[in-house]
């Protein structure tokens, strides 16, 4: 097998194996819902087929794009939000994967078209700020890609909620973006509840930069210098 294959094949088993987090993280319902991850090095990307049950996912059923949408490699329909993710893939190289899910909490933001604020630490050290609203658009063109990538170039927020629609995400890899989902459907619940108590605390923006900074760059492991 030749490398670049095998790269395909490795990330093609990545991105059927995280859509099994959305699942788990009850993000998603029936087939909806997709992650994606760019080949590295190639304008080409891969993605969940359209109207295939998450349990009767397989690798080799995760197909092949280009950064036009159109269908590379595989023998069944790629999702009908193709289009978006290679809108953001072609306009925003740094992005590596990139996931959609229609996640109550998050979904119930964007149907009032009302950004999530920045209320909780979890949220600055994620996202840095409010978790933003992009506009209305429907399915099937570049309009919902047009909207992640206006709303998300030169914001913090690794998630955008799409009015009247669901969440899209974005990452340094499919995990990551995943991530980003998971927390966005976590922080997105917390302040709902925080609002039915009555009104959240906003956090000071110097304090938000300062978690921000910190979660970013502290957290977790580092390898050693």
């Given at each position: 097998?030749?490398?670049?294959?095998?790269?395909?094949?490795?990330?093609r088993e990545t991105v059927c194996r995280l859509h099994a987090e959305l699942v788990r993280y009850n993000l998603v319902a029936w087939t909806a819902g997709n992650v994606s991850g760019r080949v590295p090095g190639?304008?080409?990307?891969?993605?969940?087929?359209?109207?295939?049950?998450?349990?009767?996912?397989?690798?080799?059923?995760?197909?092949?794009?280009?950064?036009d949408g159109e269908l590379v490699e595989g023998s069944l329909a790629p999702s009908s939000d193709t289009a978006a993710h290679a809108y953001v893939y072609r306009n925003m190289p740094e992005v590596n994967g990139?996931?959609?899910?229609?996640?109550?909490?998050?979904?119930?933001?964007?149907?009032?078209?009302?950004?999530?604020?920045?209320?909780?630490?979890?949220?600055?050290?994620?996202?840095?700020?409010?978790?933003?609203?992009?506009?209305?658009?429907?399915?099937?063109?570049?309009?919902?890609?047009?909207?992640?990538?206006?709303?998300?170039?030169?914001?913090?927020?690794?998630?955008?909620?799409?009015?009247?629609?669901?969440?899209?995400?974005?990452?340094?890899?499919?995990?990551?973006?995943?991530?980003?989902?998971?927390?966005?459907?976590?922080?997105?619940?917390?302040?709902?509840?925080?609002?039915?108590?009555?009104?959240?605390?906003?956090?000071?923006?110097?304090?938000?930069?300062?978690?921000?900074?910190?979660?970013?760059?502290?957290?977790?492991?580092?390898?050693?210098?």
């Amino acid at each position: 097998m030749m490398k670049e294959e095998r790269v395909i094949e490795e990330l093609r088993e990545t991105v059927c194996r995280l859509h099994a987090e959305l699942v788990r993280y009850n993000l998603v319902a029936w087939t909806a819902g997709n992650v994606s991850g760019r080949v590295p090095g190639r304008d080409l990307f891969v993605i969940k087929p359209s109207g295939v049950s998450y349990d009767d996912l397989t690798p080799e059923s995760i197909v092949v794009c280009d950064l036009d949408g159109e269908l590379v490699e595989g023998s069944l329909a790629p999702s009908s939000d193709t289009a978006a993710h290679a809108y953001v893939y072609r306009n925003m190289p740094e992005v590596n994967g990139v996931v959609h899910t229609h996640s109550t909490y998050a979904s119930a933001w964007a149907a009032r078209g009302e950004a999530i604020p920045c209320v909780l630490t979890a949220m600055a050290d994620e996202f840095g700020g409010e978790i933003p609203i992009g506009p209305f658009a429907l399915i099937g063109n570049d309009d919902i890609g047009k909207g992640i990538v206006e709303t998300l170039n030169g914001h913090r927020s690794r998630a955008v909620l799409m009015q009247n629609h669901g969440v899209f995400t974005i990452g340094e890899s499919p995990k990551a973006a995943v991530k980003a989902a998971v927390m966005c459907e976590d922080v997105a619940r917390t302040v709902h509840v925080s609002r039915q108590l009555g009104e959240p605390l906003p956090i000071a923006q110097d304090d938000i930069d300062r978690l921000y900074d910190r979660y970013q760059n502290v957290y977790g492991q580092r390898s050693s210098r």
